[in-house]
């Protein structure tokens, strides 16, 4: 090795999801938005102007921070936006997890946390879930250095429910705790999303008040349709704010570029097209639940836009590939205890039913 190599940072990097460019791909594997986001955000985009592009983007990103601080019912100073949430959630590892203690979070779980806490030399120790795929609290009640914890959980779908969620914080004081709240629109009932965007009633929202340690982190990629442009928060007290924002002007002014600025702002004024989105997965994903049932598929009860599916009878890599050479891409994690499940997004209806003929056929 030569001796420049020595001093390199060597990491092993998250893996994303595949993007391939085939036609008519059935498209499944990375939880993204079957519909399009609202038509107010391409007008908006397109409303833009040459000069809010030669400009530099406001550092602060305040039309979008004031935006998601009225959707969340905060004040502005509790809402840091970013590029996207791994974009968030780096900066809050890279911020909150500097005590050199082990941070704590479950071996099933997102995996970038390991990646992030490796990258940043934050030691950590993964608290395996129960053989129903939820969280033991008790292993979070030990001296840590930290916790996080996705909620609903990924690839599972599983929720924790808001009095559990609660009862970590309380054993956990003296460290920030953060829920990663990705998909936390979809954790509600079709007619709950149909009627509000407010906050569902097992977000860690509903805590912000109480714990000054806590930072719910969530984004725009799933529930509004705008994976492509990049818009992540976390939601916290002032001082969590405050220090979050330190690190991120020593790194990067300008994280929030204006056309997602702009493509934010207009996301939140359409509630009525939010609401109608989410409700609709979350629908197919009840009717889809039932058809999995029907066929024999076995799978954690999911708050998410996505399934953790496995059957008795089939082998899940298999599965993945006669999936994938039918044109329809579902998710494989070649990973300890959920080798033999597949992570399915929910698509359209169309999209569901075509996957539900194609395992039909499998299985007889
Ligand atoms: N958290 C979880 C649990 C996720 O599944 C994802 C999506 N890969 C993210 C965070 C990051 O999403 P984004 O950066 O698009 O906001």
């Known amino acids: 090795m030569p001796g420049w190599e020595n001093n390199v940072r060597k990491v092993v990097p998250y893996t994303p999801g595949e993007q391939p460019k085939i036609r008519d791909l059935i498209k499944l594997n990375t939880n993204e938005n079957p519909y399009p986001p609202s038509p107010h955000v391409l007008e908006a985009l397109r409303a833009m102007d040459a000069d809010a592009l030669r400009r530099y983007p406001d550092p602060a990103a305040e039309a979008l921070t004031e935006a998601i601080a009225e959707h969340c019912k905060v004040p502005v100073s509790c809402v840091f936006p970013g590029v996207g949430s791994d974009d968030v959630l780096a900066m809050s590892f890279l911020t909150f997890f500097a005590s050199g203690r082990e941070i704590l979070f479950?071996?099933?779980?997102?995996?970038?946390?390991?990646?992030?806490?490796?990258?940043?030399?934050?030691?950590?120790?993964?608290?395996?879930?129960?053989?129903?795929?939820?969280?033991r609290n008790r292993d979070y009640f030990k001296e840590n250095g930290g916790v996080i914890f996705a909620n609903p959980n990924a690839p599972t779908g599983v929720l924790k429910r808001l009095d559990s969620v609660r009862e970590i914080l309380e054993?956990?004081?003296?460290?920030?705790?953060?829920?990663?709240?990705?998909?936390?629109?979809?954790?509600?009932?079709?007619?709950?999303?149909a009627v509000g965007s407010d906050t569902p009633a097992d977000s860690a929202l509903n805590?912000?008040?109480?714990?000054?340690?806590?930072?719910?982190?969530?984004?725009?990629?799933?529930?509004?349709?705008?994976?492509?442009?990049r818009i992540g928060y976390a939601v916290g007290s002032e001082k969590l704010i405050r220090y979050l924002n330190d690190v991120k002007y020593s790194i990067n002014s300008y994280t929030m570029n204006q056309a997602a600025i702009t493509a934010g702002c207009a996301a939140f004024q359409d509630e009525a097209y939010f609401r109608r989105c989410t409700s609709g997965i979350i629908r197919t994903r009840e009717r889809v639940k039932k058809e999995l049932s029907a066929l024999g598929f076995l799978f954690p009860d999911s708050a998410a836009n996505f399934l953790f599916i496995t059957h008795p009878k089939l082998n899940a890599r298999d599965l993945f590939c006669s999936l994938r050479q039918a044109k329809i891409l579902v998710r494989y994690f070649d990973r300890p205890r959920i080798d033999n499940y597949l992570r399915v997004t929910i698509g359209t209806d169309e999209q569901m039913d075509a996957l539900i003929r194609f395992l039909r056929t499998v299985l007889n």
Do not use: C, M
């Not at 004081?173 to 999303?193: G, K, L, S």
């Not at 340690?213 to 994976?227: D, I, M």
């Open 171 to 193: 054993h956990n004081r003296n460290v920030v705790v953060i829920v990663d709240e990705a998909y936390i629109d979809f954790a509600r009932t079709a007619e709950e999303a």
């Open 207 to 229: 805590l912000i008040g109480d714990y000054e340690n806590l930072l719910v982190v969530r984004t725009l990629s799933k529930s509004r349709s705008l994976a492509g442009i």
């Open 106 to 135: 479950p071996d099933i779980t997102y995996s970038f946390y390991d990646v992030w806490a490796d990258l940043f030399r934050i030691p950590w120790e993964a608290q395996p879930l129960d053989e129903n795929f939820e969280i």
